[in-house]
């Protein structure tokens, strides 16, 4: 396996003093900048794209084929058509598991087909603001881009960042907004150690040191509820598949060491080899390999920076983030400490030679399931998950259950303990029109459709693919609207928007007579994206 093209980020080698100029610059090839490009092109704007990467389509198409969804009937728009379209990949009706490489022809020929170029490798330098106004955006390539409106539809929020726009990461307390799912989560029932696992590299010997991946060097706090500055863990969502012909052997990474996964083995020694159990098949042979357990891909506790680091800082997170999911599986197929019934199993897969050809089989973008998160006008919270408080500018519904991985693995008692899980099912509820725009004395031309004002818990329920796609057209209708009125984010009239949205088939209220209930389907259901 080549690893030279697998990276997050690397400095351009050459410098451009090309100029793009357009109505709007959408930065973010995500299925959220994606739709809202394709809302705003058929509403009359000239519109492009910057990407950071060298991939377009997010997570959607790479290796998130097994779709996030709660309430399929709470999917509409373009989101809802981006499903279908998978569906005549495949020569069917709407279809909601798919090949990476499917989700990746689909959006290519959809930008096509409106002809909305896109720029790869755009990794923003500065953005330029006046009366605030983002005037342009300048790349370390040294190409600007200039236009009248701009939407940061990437998974970090750079462009909001740079633009000083008001942003949070990690936990809030829950009497920050008056919750009750956020901070601190000790006790939840999901993805928990089932066996007491002594956290020590000498079993029973504090002073041997911790076994790699115990975040807390410490007996710490059991106190639910407070704020700090972690985030849910990262990891990658790995194609897989078990057919000899398309299959390759999962490689020793770059940087492999056995010991990482001691605690994993110490884990399945005590009885419990649950690593790869939510593991859900795709189309032809292929698999979406999640997360599941007390040890598994989510590399708990290792992603804290993220949010605010340089490019060089996560480039180095990225890298260890493959070397840990890539090293477990090889670690699991190879290392004759592991059972062997379990390396003949975890062998019998490998990565796919048809999906993510330039990057060695391997999905080229991380699962960053949360970084900054804006604060705006209006702050959406686990009132709005539960139902507590609704809102009268709604853009699209959230339907997945209030979601959070872990966010540390620390010792109590003596024993493994991971903190942070939150799995609490909801029904569809409305997103907010103010959750997406700055507040004014910020910045007047910027919408938010990914990195939207929220709680850490209320976006553990948004931050599903499809709803960035709602999220990401109705930014994109919203925009034009504003471009057309030649007024602010802030002045679109919201009566006017929402009557574009449902002209775009966009769903804005959830009707609970609906059989598709996803309160019910999610509390059958054990596993988590």
């Not at 410490?218 to 969502?237: L, P, T």
Request: glycine share 8%.
């Amino acid at each position: 396996m080549d690893f030279s093209n697998l990276y997050y980020y690397k400095p351009a080698k050459n410098k451009s003093d090309e100029k793009i100029k357009c109505d709007l610059i959408v930065y973010g090839a995500t299925p959220a900048g994606i739709s809202c490009a394709i809302q705003a092109k058929k509403m009359g704007l000239n519109v492009a794209i910057a990407e950071f990467g060298r991939h377009i389509g997010g997570m959607t198409a790479s290796g998130l084929g097994a779709t996030d969804f709660g309430a399929k009937e709470a999917i509409g728009g373009l989101s809802r058509e981006f499903y279908k379209r998978i569906g005549e990949y495949y020569g069917k009706g709407d279809q909601w598991t798919f090949e990476p490489k499917a989700a990746t022809s689909v959006f290519t020929n959809w930008l096509a087909e409106h002809r909305i170029p896109v720029y790869l490798n755009q990794h923003p330098e500065k953005v330029v603001m006046e009366d605030r106004k983002i005037q342009r955006i300048n790349m370390e390539d040294g190409m600007v881009y200039e236009g009248s409106y701009f939407v940061d539809a990437s998974y970090e929020g750079d462009i909001m960042a740079m633009a000083n726009v008001s942003y949070s990461v990690g936990r809030e307390s829950n009497a920050t907004y008056k919750e009750t799912y956020n901070g601190v989560r000790f006790g939840e029932q999901h993805h928990k150690f089932e066996v007491s696992v002594d956290p020590y590299v000498k079993e029973g010997d504090p002073k041997s040191g911790l076994l790699f991946g115990v975040t807390e060097q410490e007996e710490c706090s059991r106190e639910n509820g407070q704020g700090d500055h972690r985030i849910q863990a990262y990891n990658f969502r790995i194609c897989l598949t078990t057919d000899p012909d398309k299959r390759m052997s999962f490689p020793k990474p770059p940087t492999y060491d056995p010991d990482k996964y001691s605690l994993l083995l110490r884990y399945i020694q005590a009885g419990v080899w649950d690593a790869m159990n939510l593991h859900i098949m795709l189309s032809n042979g292929k698999s979406d390999l999640n997360n599941h357990g007390a040890v598994s891909t989510d590399y708990i506790g290792m992603n804290h920076a993220w949010p605010n680091a340089s490019y060089e800082t996560r480039e180095r997170i990225f890298q260890e983030h493959i070397n840990y999911d890539l090293g477990m599986l090889y670690f699991l197929s190879h290392d004759e400490l592991v059972p062997e019934s379990i390396r003949k199993e975890v062998g019998e897969w490998g990565l796919p030679k048809d999906e993510f050809i330039q990057t060695g089989h391997w999905p080229p973008q991380l699962y960053i399931r949360e970084a900054r998160r804006m604060i705006s006008d209006y702050v959406m919270t686990d009132r709005n998950c539960l139902g507590q408080e609704t809102v009268d500018d709604s853009i699209g519904l959230a339907s997945y259950q209030m979601d959070s991985h872990h966010c540390r693995r620390v010792v109590i008692d003596g024993r493994c303990v991971n903190e942070g899980d939150v799995e609490i099912p909801i029904s569809p509820y409305p997103i907010s029109y103010r959750s997406v725009r700055p507040k004014a004395d910020e910045c007047t031309n910027l919408l938010v459709p990914v990195c939207l004002s929220s709680s850490h818990i209320a976006y553990g329920s948004i931050r599903m693919e499809p709803v960035f796609m709602i999220i990401g057209q109705s930014v994109g209708t919203a925009v034009s609207l504003a471009f057309h009125g030649a007024t602010s984010v802030q002045n679109v009239d919201y009566n006017t928007l929402k009557k574009e949205l449902l002209a775009a088939d966009q769903v804005l209220e959830w009707n609970p007579s609906t059989e598709d209930d996803p309160v019910e389907r999610m509390k059958q259901t054990f596993g988590k994206k």
